[in-house]
């Protein structure tokens, strides 16, 4: 049943509604790192001069993150959009489990600490080390490894995933120290603790929507068999790897730690591990789960001894999957979400992107559900992104998404049209997570010109555009050090994002807006409801539209 009233001032357009998320395109100080500013965006621009333009929170606790200090992301971006309200994400659930001590006091750490007791193998951590608090947070895994101690385990491993991409580019090495003190502590106890193995999260463990397996293989290989070229320690890695290749963190080939008396690797993972995966954002954690968590049925990639653990991740990172089946903290529970109000109304839907962003107006806009609500009034749509290296084809897929709507709508007609139209433009996020400034200005040009192609395309099936971002990314490509200096950022930004509506009926261009000072991306799905003729639910966050009489 339906929970959406018709809305007594707002009608529908007669063609769909088009929401375009322009992923890590945000509005910056228009400095010379602002790759949004740099760029030529005709389109962008008039639609930012529109008098139904404003600008958008997208970060801190506007999104539902800890505090104003944290970035926001596309996960955390689409799941507030999709959600219409605010909600506790990952970051923030993980933070207080942890200070409330339920994450300790819960079945399955409690199952992983006892299976390592019992079979006296070591208990393994595997995730991304930073404290960029996107996919997880080092003060998660410090807590983590002081109880671990504290319940009496004596063999204790870390797989540290570096990350140089929600966080300075370069910054590994400050991680590794903080956790190589933290470790140094449990051995003066008599704890064995140790890093074990390591590598840029953009080479090895952390791909997402099956776009590189052997990403996946090659971390497989790292983690659980010790293969790899072997260092003594994980700074000695990283430093030797920083002089041999000039690449960041994320970019870092792999490594393994040998252990000074063996030789051997000090750390591959043997029957009867535990095994706790502490990164708490679900989409690239899906396919490293799948390979410790499916059984022989696995083809993805060839897993040679597959070991029997006990495997844990820090949440469920897919609901419908059931996967993994042990986490130890509750994702987010985002039920009523937008797209479900919808297709409760029998409202017709269609969702496409590149394979980058895909997950993102499906799964996560949805709520962190995969399946569709009503399959036969929703169309997901995805186009292959393409593997070769972003600098060198900024322009990624954009065109094709275009072109793929446009040849749907085509070939659907308006009597079978989709009420709302999902769409994500990767470019700003993932060209901007790169550092590299000419390539992102040429990524947000892309954005643009689809842009001028969408707008036509509004103005001819008598729809309406809204254009947003989940974040910023590109608008912010350098941060100022304290001596003067520039460094590369490959991180979000905490900059506010565009919000413009055209509507092509309306004189003006667009309706009038009458946004509150703190408004955010929760906002968005009730100014969408209303552009669709429907009232929001009460609790929603309340639309950006002026009341009509």
């Not at 393409?386 to 600098?391: E, I, K």
């Not at 010109?449 to 008598?462: E, G, P, Q, S, T």
């Not at 991306?521 to 929603?540: K, R, S, V």
Request: proline content about 5%; some cysteine.
């Amino acid at each position: 049943m339906s929970e959406l009233l018709a809305h007594p001032s707002f009608c529908a357009p007669e063609g769909p509604l088009y929401l375009v998320i322009m992923d890590g395109v945000g509005l910056g100080d228009g400095g010379h790192g602002d790759a949004v500013a740099q760029a030529k965006t005709p389109t962008l621009d008039w639609l930012r001069g529109l008098p139904s333009a404003t600008s958008l929170l997208a970060h801190g606790t506007a999104v539902g993150m800890p505090s104003d200090g944290d970035m926001g992301n596309s996960e955390v971006g689409h799941n507030a959009i999709g959600a219409g309200r605010l909600i506790n994400q990952g970051a923030k659930l993980v933070a207080n489990a942890i200070a409330s001590g339920s994450l300790f006091e819960g079945a399955v750490w409690q199952q992983a600490i006892a299976q390592v007791q019992r079979s006296g193998q070591a208990l393994h951590f595997l995730g991304l080390l930073s404290d960029g608090n996107v996919h997880s947070h080092i003060d998660h895994l410090v807590a983590m490894l002081d109880r671990a101690a504290r319940a009496g385990c004596q063999k204790i491993r870390v797989h540290t995933l570096l990350d140089g991409r929600d966080v300075p580019a370069r910054s590994a090495l400050v991680y590794i120290e903080q956790l190589e003190r933290v470790l140094a502590k449990l051995q003066s106890q008599g704890i064995d603790a140790r890093i074990a193995s390591g590598g840029g999260r953009m080479h090895i463990t952390m791909d997402r929507y099956e776009a590189d397996w052997d990403m996946v293989a090659r971390g497989w290989s790292l983690h659980v068999h010790g293969k790899g070229r072997m260092f003594a320690s994980a700074a000695e890695a990283v430093q030797t790897l920083y002089d041999e290749t000039g690449e960041g963190d994320q970019y870092l080939p792999g490594f393994v730690i040998a252990d000074a008396t063996s030789g051997e690797a000090c750390g591959p993972i043997n029957d009867g591990a535990a095994v706790i995966l502490f990164n708490f954002r679900g989409d690239r954690a899906i396919e490293i789960s799948r390979a410790f968590a499916e059984d022989e049925s696995f083809t993805a990639f060839d897993r040679g001894r597959c070991p029997d653990v006990l495997f844990a991740g820090m949440m469920q990172y897919d609901g419908d999957l059931g996967l993994p089946k042990q986490f130890l903290v509750d994702p987010p529970q985002i039920e009523r979400s937008f797209g479900e109000l919808l297709a409760r109304q029998g409202r017709r839907q269609l969702a496409l992107s590149e394979t980058f962003k895909f997950g993102h107006v499906t799964y996560f806009f949805n709520g962190n559900r995969s399946a569709p609500f009503a399959p036969e009034l929703e169309t997901y749509l995805e186009v292959p992104s393409d593997t070769r290296p972003l600098p060198q084809r900024p322009w990624m897929r954009a065109t094709e998404v275009t072109d793929l709507l446009v040849d749907t709508l085509d070939r659907q007609g308006p009597d079978h049209a989709p009420d709302l139209i999902r769409l994500n433009y990767a470019n700003g996020d993932m060209v901007g997570h790169t550092g590299d400034l000419a390539a992102s200005i040429v990524a947000v040009e892309a954005v643009d010109i689809c842009l001028r192609r969408l707008v036509a395309d509004v103005k001819r099936r008598r729809g309406i555009l809204l254009v947003t971002a989940d974040h910023g990314n590109a608008d912010q490509m350098f941060d100022r050090k304290r001596d003067g200096s520039y460094q590369v950022r490959t991180s979000h930004s905490l900059n506010r994002v565009p919000f413009s509506i055209y509507d092509p009926r309306l004189p003006a261009g667009g309706p009038t807006l009458r946004p509150p000072a703190d408004a955010g991306l929760t906002h968005i799905a009730a100014t969408c409801l209303e552009l669709l003729g429907f009232q929001a639910p009460a609790d929603y966050r309340p639309s950006l539209l002026a009341p009509r009489s």
